[in-house]
């Protein structure tokens, strides 16, 4: 069984900076893409960013020079730095990563179950 836990999400002034941490667990035999996405109120589900195994990285244009996502792999854990934050930044994050388990020879997308930003004065 495979478990991705978020935290640091929170309350936030305009301007300000937050980082979110996603720790995978489990029987993890390896974990190739990860990746952020986030869902505003009545709005659907976007990507943030993402990084490969390779530690290639891919911005929303909203996000390229406020967010910096990176990864270690050792701890199985990927972080979203959000630096400048405003008020459309507001939405629960979700953690989202592609991870083959011990047991199988295919990768399988895992989530987490959110946590939310939110950026208001």
């Known amino acids: 069984q495979v478990q991705l836990v978020e935290s640091g999400g929170g309350l936030v002034q305009p301007g300000g900076s937050l980082r979110l941490s996603c720790a995978a667990s489990?029987?993890?035999?390896?974990?190739?893409?990860m990746g952020w996405y986030r869902q505003a109120p009545g709005k659907e589900r976007e990507l943030v960013a993402v990084i490969s195994s390779g530690a290639i990285t891919n911005y929303a244009d909203s996000v390229k020079g406020r967010f910096t996502i990176f990864r270690d792999n050792a701890k199985k854990m990927v972080y979203l730095q959000m630096n400048s934050l405003k008020p459309e930044d507001t939405a629960v994050y979700y953690c989202?990563?592609?991870?083959?388990?011990?047991?199988?020879?295919?990768?399988?997308?895992?989530w987490g179950q959110g946590t939310q930003v939110t950026v208001s004065s």
């Open positions: 489990g029987s993890i035999f390896s974990i190739n893409r």
């Open positions: 989202n990563q592609e991870i083959k388990r011990s047991s199988e020879n295919y990768f399988d997308t895992y």
